[in-house]
């Protein structure tokens, strides 16, 4: 217990000092290769798990909706799962296994070379240096990865539902469109925007925590995509929880069917 409760203000003072680096002069030019390793190079991966995510959707839905006459509504079913729940919740999951996980062993390493001790002899804050960037690059990149795969699992929603199970194109995207609107894909990239932020600042914290030598780096990647999963699965809990109470009223300021 009083270890939990260590590791919690810990990691409090971690996310402090973060957000006063950003305020004090971080230099967004560090960002530059980290957008194209954790964004660029995570295209496939989520265009990949975004079309299958669709498909397998749009196989188990067809099936529940068929039995009640109901099967043109399937581009409804998936569309909004897609936009509001699967889409960034597994998009987030497969960055912070791919991301974090890279984060969080890169930065054990130089922990355990002595690297991280160079920077601070020569007065380089590790956390401006090495944190921030991280942070912020996934904090920008996993909402617009999860645009990718919501476009990859719409796209492959309606492949299933249109050459498999023989659905008319039309009725497809005419349910679809009616039942989705604005607001649903700001609560799909809202949720991402947390499980991108936390997917950096986890990572980075275990990073820059590890002990143990070369098995220690192991330890660190499964620590931290063990803890960044856990912490979307509860995060999407309680984002879900507050969307399902203002979701009628801002449906309806925002010209929504629902």
Known sequence: MLGAVESAGSFAMFVAQVVFSIRHGFRWSTMGPLLVEIGFKSIGVVLFTGCFIGMVLAVQAHMQLAAYGAATRLGQMVNLSVIRELGPVLAAT???????????????????????????????????????????????????????????????????????????????????????????????????????????LISCHVGLNASGGARGVGIAATRAFVISFLTIMMMDFFLGLFFSRITPFMSQIMGGSQ
């Open 94 to 200: 497969m960055l912070a296994g791919r991301v974090g996980g890279s984060i969080s062993a890169e930065i054990a390493t130089m922990r355990m070379s002595e690297q991280i001790d160079a920077l601070s002899c020569l007065g380089v804050s590790p956390i401006r240096y090495l944190a921030v960037p991280r942070f912020l690059a996934c904090l920008i990149l996993v909402p617009v990865l999860t645009v990718f795969a919501n476009f990859m699992g719409i796209v492959g929603g309606w492949l299933v539902a249109t050459k498999i199970h023989g659905i008319d194109s039309y009725h497809y995207w005419q349910h679809a469109s009616q039942s989705v609107d604005p607001w649903d894909h700001i609560m799909g990239i809202t949720k991402a925007l947390f499980f991108g932020g936390s997917i950096g």
